[in-house]
């Protein structure tokens, strides 16, 4: 048995994912619907990826700014700018592609319960208080900003600690690093229980209503990760971009596609960092603050679906409303929830725009719920692969300036 784990634990990660993604699919076709008891393999894994990231992000970040030498360059103004351009350029994406595809909507019920954030200035004032969050609040609610914030000024209080306590420090971030390895060699199983939910659950019938709308979204998301991605990263690395885009894709952007949660695939990305090579200082902190800030996925949501129900309602758009939209769209996308979901509820901010009624935006809420199966699995694969891709991207860019050799993914 030890030698057959041991074998199997050193076929590729990605092998193994596709081969619990294809059982996943066959017990699902296979089994009666009623037997669900393979989903809590889903379920458990991505619960314990949730439960390890907040304290494998405080550590880190701790660790890393804690043994931070002054003058030692961590590139984070670069991945900030990285992270703003590319959010802002994917809700571009998505205004210009839902006025090239304009949608009508046959509008739903069935988001009646939830509550959005009334105006810009609720998602900055939660923002706000998300920082100043008492500290094991926000390990106990994963809240990410305001972790990142203690993880940060505990690190600067501490750089001045002795070597002991510095050791201490950087054992138990390893210790993190170490459970959160084993959480992903069970990424198979997760995968497997996910799809077979998934498959069970929602099925793909409800989707064939929605196709163009899908088709849309997804077009979207994928001309920002095979276009515009890529040219942001050529523009800094003066390289053939594809084998990092692929490499982010691949490892980062499979698992973030059936966790749909950017929080959730922390852990992934670290590691996936850890693998390219990256500068830990920097990727300690880029990595939870992408996760928190950088939306690319969220802002093609926001903007394609609330021009489909302004071109539902037969609102007339100018060129500087749409423009409005695609800022407004890129700024709300930096506030939504980094779990499953959380972008939708800043569609009716963006709808409010228009002057667009709540009644009718929790509406077209529904319907991204409906599509949410496939919507929301790519926006987070999406989102959490541009965390590593830009961050790799900045330190490319500082070596090719330096004149070092870029490491091909």
Known sequence: ??????????????????????????????????????????????????????????????????????????????????????????????????????????????????????????????????????????????????????????????????????????????????????????????????????????GLSALLDYGKLLFILLGCMFFVALVVNPIIVFICIRKNPYPLVFTCLKDSGLTGFFTRSSAANIPVNMNLCKKLNLDQNTYSISIPLGATINMAGAAVTISVLTLAAVHTLGIPVDFGTALILTVLSAISAAGASGVAGGSLLLIPLACSLFGISNDIAMQVVGVGFIIGVLQDSCETGLNSSTDVLFTATAEYAKRRKEGKEIINA
Do not use: C
């Not at 592609?97 to 900055?124: K, M, Q």
């Open 1 to 202: 048995m030890k030698k057959l784990i041991l074998n199997w634990n050193q076929i590729s990660l990605v092998k193994r994912i596709l081969v619990g993604l294809i059982i996943g699919i066959i017990l699902a076709l296979t089994i009666p619907a009623n037997v669900k008891w393979i989903s809590i393999f889903g379920t458990l894994f991505v619960d314990a990826l949730k439960a390890v990231a907040p304290i494998l992000v405080l550590l880190l970040v701790m660790h890393a700014i804690s043994k931070h030498r002054s003058g030692h360059p961590t590139n984070m103004k670069s991945i900030l700018i990285l992270y703003l351009v590319g959010t802002f350029l994917a809700g571009l994406v998505g205004v210009v592609a839902s006025f090239i595809f304009p949608v009508s909507l046959s509008l739903t019920t069935g988001s009646e319960d939830l509550n959005p954030p009334g105006g810009i200035l609720e998602v900055f004032n939660s923002l706000l208080h998300n920082i100043v969050d008492n500290p094991v609040n926000a390990l106990l609610n994963a809240n990410y900003i305001g972790i990142l914030t203690w993880a940060i000024l505990i690190g600067i209080a501490l750089r001045n600690a002795s070597v002991t306590t510095k050791d201490a420090l950087a054992n138990f971030s390893d210790a993190i690093s170490q459970l959160v390895k084993w959480i992903i060699n069970l990424a198979p199983l997760g995968i497997m229980g996910l799809v077979f939910d998934a498959i069970v659950t929602s």
